[in-house]
């Protein structure tokens, strides 16, 4: 089994904002595109963020890949100030599903980031709670540029496998186990109606 890790770092744009051309700014969407198809091949994944001239990004995937990756960002003059704000090994991915999921700006973040006394997007300025706050927001917000509908769905972190003892035991009944349920309730109606019909005969 590959040794997971994940980094969240940050960073800032060196180029100028451009106007967004399908809901992308220009330059971003070739960082995606490139993005996509280099961790494809390397078989890693992860989301970007962009707002207000930041980067906030998450990469996951074998350790030695990830690191190898984070040697290379520090190196791109598309931006400055890379600082990572999270490092930590993981036993599953929490976007599995995306080469590099593009998060848009919308109003869950901006209520986030009121709720934090911000005006802006400045990760630089977030303490690790914010961070993790960030991170689950972003989990549940769609990509806009998923080809596939479905490959929108978001919060892949949350394991809902019915083979979980605790899910199984809440949320997730079996076949085998509603027919048993089934057969007690039918057993205990039985049992009522027999206690009944004595007791109706002791009467008479």
């Excluded at 207000?52 to 030695?64: A, I």
């Excluded at 190898?68 to 490092?87: F, G, I």
């Excluded at 709720?115 to 303490?127: L, S």
């Excluded at 960030?134 to 917000?141: D, E, F, I, N, R």
Aim: glycine content about 6%; proline content about 5%.
């Amino acid at each position: 089994m590959s040794d997971l890790i994940r980094i969240v770092y940050i960073s800032r744009a060196t180029f100028e904002t451009a106007p967004a051309a399908n809901g992308v700014e220009p330059n971003v969407a070739r960082i995606l595109s490139t993005s996509r198809t280099n961790n494809r091949r390397n078989g890693l994944v992860g989301m970007l963020y962009y707002g207000d001239g930041c980067f906030f990004q998450c990469v996951e995937g074998d350790r030695l890949k990830v690191q190898s990756l984070y040697k290379t960002l520090l190196k791109d003059p598309r931006h400055r100030e890379l600082k990572m704000v999270a490092s930590e090994s993981i036993k599953r991915l929490s976007f599995p599903d995306w080469s590099m999921k593009y998060v848009p700006i919308d109003g869950h973040m901006k209520r986030l980031l009121e709720e934090h006394g911000f005006a802006t997007f400045d990760p630089y300025r977030f303490d690790h709670h914010l961070v993790e706050r960030v991170m689950q927001l972003m989990q549940g917000v769609a990509d806009p540029t998923a080809p596939d509908i479905e490959a929108r769905a978001s919060a892949p972190a949350r394991n809902i496998d019915c083979d979980e003892k605790a899910i199984t035991a809440r949320r997730c009944p079996t076949g085998s186990g509603i027919a048993k349920w089934a057969l007690a309730i039918s057993v205990l109606a039985l049992i009522l109606s027999v206690i009944t019909l004595v007791y109706v005969m002791t009467l008479s």
